[in-house]
């Protein structure tokens, strides 16, 4: 108690570890920050909030060097300073984990972390020295590992690793928890509530509510480039804050009651894929089946078989035996993604640009990408501009694409739109089944509500939905039904409704790596359940 | 000041038109300093390679005989280049062609008929593609660079018409010449045709803008030609197979480059000998990005570098340049037309130097 006072005087006499006054940085047709103040006091835990494209990657890359402001103050412990690069920052006490990682996958930890240090340092003093600090923080990884060898949450820990090495007075988070299990969300944020309580700031970037209600201090709300509220999260509820970040009231999901399902329409029967490549993920065993009407999600952790797995619902990879995927009683595991587009299974990849889209291409000759054969733009063997350019305006019509016209093309729109491009261009084209990856994966909550509800719409006509996803959250919301991946299998299939949070935590993976504190959860569960 | 390159929201339509004509200005001005400071007429020499061959009507012949294997490889190569699948080794399958059309008529002489010529033509279509089947066959099954082992096969293919020519083909008639016989009446295609100056080749030539135009633009093979090229992964959602695209962009560019050779071998040359290679495969390859890897753009470009054939000779002995000097301007034009690239999708901006900020240390007021 004493102690806590203590630094809590402390805290009140110091200048702000952290102080941004006026911050405006400008992009060519978008004002990114526009006069941006707040500050990050000793040991706080500092969200910053808000939509993809509210700003937040572009003040934090200011922070740490990686741009400079075009107007503004930036104070570090009340002295005014110019952050010239990241190592300059990193000089002056600032971390930053990153949302992708930087690390090599053939290398180990400890090589890793060499790599990334602004001073040479022995590898025997360096493991040391990491030792030391996995010990302080209680954090488990083993600096000998291969990388290629661990989880995702194994491998941000490297990242907190690197940045924790510089002792550093202000920690920035961007999205940590996106590709954590929830077991590994609440280890973290052990690890920051450390932190904090030994004086280091923490700056967490996130757009999920309730992590922020219970992990920070205060949170700064941007929106459109300008800070709307600083509030405290403990005093704000998830639809507040949701509101004050969207600027808008929420829209509930508008789902018709009491429907029943239909006949099976989709399935797979023990689908098995070799791993290809290096670091691919074999698939083990697959079956599941969804029926007409019926959303299946599945959760799981990145890299755990997610992209395999689509590629083979899909057809970009065909299965070893035709039975293997059937769509309404046909088999087509032998089938390629055209042939099985023809019978009516539809897939949206999780990567817009590149694999859903050509960034290139106008909006016209991407809907030719998939749409081509079941929408008739074949005429006499050559496409028919016409019909293509009539569907493409169909599609941004009908889901409110902000794009000039059929003629646009698909790099020139912000990532939520595109993937409403993709999401309309793949629904318009009445799917027997859809299978989906990360539909609302990086766009903003306004669109994600939007997407969200034509998937809802399309399974309400008849349709079979598979949608693959990161956000438990989303899964939970809008799905029927619920499987988990994990290492290239599935678990069984669970109705949403009826499974907890921590048990889909222990499918996922439950701490990964480390067998241990799994098994003291899974009995802590078993021991609440019975 | 400084200079700043910035990214474009959408590719600059405007850029893809004036970049190949900024190039081709270029050139003859970096060409005409060069070559004057290494002690020609600089600006002659550009006049007599870009604009003699177009003003004088006489030359007309020389150009289109020049521009109708150079179009129709460059249609071939739009194909392959257009799915970043590299084909270097048009040249060989030029040789191949010419090989096929010319050992038909080895196996004709003393025949008559309407049907050898075509025969010739189809002959010289397969040998061409069936070359480059070579590179592709490497490709998809070993996973060989194209880029290499297309090339590599230019070497074998001149060696092959060497042995060919010198040895079981020789011309028995030929003084020992290293060359074939020549062509018979029924074997040979009229040099010009229609009454016009110019060679049957251009007007297939012609034909051939049409039908890759339709199928580059309308088809649902150009689409995936494109899809190949700009996202690979893309092409497989789309079911797009990749060594699908890797066989038919090779075959048809060879085919394309085996029918430039057999139409020269049969309405030009009239026999092959040692000196029937001209590198038109590989000027091929510039075509083809002068033109935008547009088929209309090919028919525009496949004439320019038509014109600095024939430019070049007609510099070498008005302004005594060497014969190389047409070869330089062809290359510094691929490379003005490669660099400029950037300008289609970034724009240049002048921006003002950054000002210094000031670092002034504020005392903190709490201390």
Not at chain 1, 33 to 43: C, E, H, L, T, Y
Not at chain 1, 159 to 187: F, G, K, N, Y
């Amino acid at each position: 108690m004493a102690v806590s006072s203590e630094v809590a005087k402390r805290r009140a006499g110091d200048p702000p570890r952290l102080e941004m006054m006026g911050i405006t940085k400008q992009f060519p047709g978008v004002l990114a920050n526009d006069n941006i103040s707040f500050s990050v006091k000793p040991g706080e835990i500092h969200a910053l909030l808000g939509e993809n494209g509210a700003g937040k990657s572009t003040l934090v890359k200011m922070i740490y060097g990686i741009m400079a402001p075009d107007q503004g103050q930036i104070l570090w412990n009340g002295e005014l300073v110019k952050v010239s690069n990241p190592r300059a920052a990193r000089k002056l006490g600032i971390g930053m984990v990153f949302q992708h990682f930087s690390l090599f996958e053939a290398l180990t930890v400890l090589e890793n972390i060499a790599l990334g240090l602004d001073s040479k340092i022995s590898q025997r003093d360096l493991e040391k020295e990491i030792r030391r600090v996995l010990d302080l923080y209680g954090l488990k990884l083993d600096p000998q590992r291969i990388v290629s060898t661990l989880s995702v949450g194994e491998r941000q820990r490297i990242e907190i690793v690197r940045a924790l090495l510089l002792d550093p007075r202000l920690l920035i988070m961007d999205e940590p928890t996106s590709v954590l299990t929830p077991q590994e969300v609440e280890q973290l944020f052990e690890t920051l509530r450390k932190l904090a309580a030994g004086g280091c700031s923490i700056l967490y970037i996130s757009h999920k509510l309730h992590e922020i209600i219970a992990l920070c201090d205060t949170a700064t709300i941007l929106r459109g480039g300008r800070l709307v509220a600083t509030c405290d999260p403990k005093e704000e509820t998830p639809k507040s804050m949701a509101e004050l970040m969207i600027g808008a009231n929420l829209k509930e999901i508008a789902r018709p009651a009491g429907r029943g399902f239909g006949p099976e329409k989709f399935s797979a029967r023990g689908l098995s894929l070799p791993k290809h490549g290096d670091f691919g993920v074999a698939l083990h065993d697959i079956s599941f089946s969804v029926r007409a009407g019926e959303i299946l999600g599945v959760a799981g952790v990145a890299g755990n078989g997610q992209n395999e797995f689509m590629e083979a619902l899909s057809g970009e990879r065909v299965a070893l035996n035709a039975a293997a995927v059937r769509l309404d009683g046909i088999d087509i595991g032998r089938l390629g993604p055209t042939q099985r587009r023809a019978l009516g299974l539809c897939a949206v990849p999780e990567e817009r640009n590149g694999h859903a889209a050509v960034a290139d291409f106008t909006l016209a000759d991407n809907s030719s990408l998939t749409a081509r054969r079941r929408m008739g733009f074949m005429q006499g063997g050559l496409i028919s501009f016409s019909r293509v350019a009539a569907y493409a305006e169909r599609v941004i019509k009908g889901y409110s694409v902000k794009a000039l016209g059929h003629y646009s093309t698909a790099g020139s729109l912000s990532g939520g739109n595109l993937q409403k491009f993709i999401m309309g261009r793949e629904i318009l084209q009445e799917p027997t089944a859809l299978v989906c990856s990360q539909p609302t994966w990086g766009v903003d909550a306004g669109a994600a509500g939007a997407i969200r509800q034509a998937i809802v719409d399309l399974a309400g006509r008849g349709c079979a939905v598979v949608v693959v996803s990161q956000d438990l959250d989303e899964l939970l919301e809008f799905c029927d039904s619920l499987v988990v991946i994990n290492l290239g299998r599935l678990s069984r299939v669970m109705k949403v409704g009826d499974v907890s949070i921590d048990e889909i935590g222990l499918l996922m993976g439950g701490v990964h790596g480390d067998p241990k504190a799994t098994a003291e959860m899974t009995e802590q569960l078993h021991a609440h359940s019975a | 000041m400084r200079i700043r390159l910035e990214k474009r929201r959408e590719p600059s339509q405007l850029m893809q038109a004036i970049t190949p004509v900024a190039a081709v200005v270029l050139t003859m001005i970096i060409g005409a300093i060069i070559f004057q400071l290494i002690g020609y007429e600089g600006p002659r020499a550009v006049k007599e390679i870009f604009f003699t061959p177009i003003f004088a009507a006489y030359k007309w012949s020389d150009v289109a005989r020049r521009a109708a294997p150079l179009i129709l490889i460059g249609l071939g190569l739009c194909v392959g280049n257009r799915a970043k699948i590299w084909n270097i080794g048009a040249e060989g399958q030029y040789i191949v062609g010419a090989l096929s059309g010319a050992g038909v008529a080895y196996l004709t002489q003393g025949f008559t008929g309407y049907w050898i010529v075509p025969l010739m033509i189809l002959a010289g279509v397969v040998g061409g593609a069936l070359w480059a089947a070579i590179p592709a066959f490497l490709r998809t099954r070993y996973n060989v660079n194209e880029i290499l082992s297309s090339l590599m096969l230019v070497y074998v293919a001149a060696q092959l018409l060497n042995y060919l020519v010198t040895g079981p083909w020789k011309d028995p008639n030929g003084h020992n010449f290293p060359q074939t016989a020549p062509f018979t009446v029924w074997q040979m295609m009229p040099k010009t045709i229609l009454g016009t100056p110019f060679p049957p080749g251009l007007f297939v030539a012609f034909f051939f803008v049409a039908v890759f135009w339709v199928v580059m633009s309308r088809t649902e093979y150009g689409l995936a030609i494109r899809v190949v090229g700009d996202a690979p992964k893309a092409a497989r959602y789309a079911g797009f197979s990749a060594d699908r695209m890797v066989w038919s962009a090779l075959m048809i560019s060879g085919a394309m480059a085996g029918l430039a050779g057999v139409l020269e071998a049969a309405s030009q040359s009239g026999q092959l000998n040692l000196g029937f290679p001209s590198g038109y495969g590989f000027t091929a390859i510039i075509v083809s990005f002068l033109g935008r890897l547009n088929p209309i753009g090919v028919l525009i470009s496949g004439t320019v570098l038509a014109v600095t054939y024939v430019g070049g000779q007609v510099a070498q002995s008005a302004v005594h340049v060497p014969s190389s000097s047409a070869g330089i301007f062809q290359a510094t034009m691929l490379f003005l037309i490669l660099a400029s690239d950037v300008l289609v999708r970034r724009r240049i901006r002048f921006v003002p130097a950054p000002k210094q900020a000031p670092v002034t240390v504020i005392a903190g007021a709490a201390k």
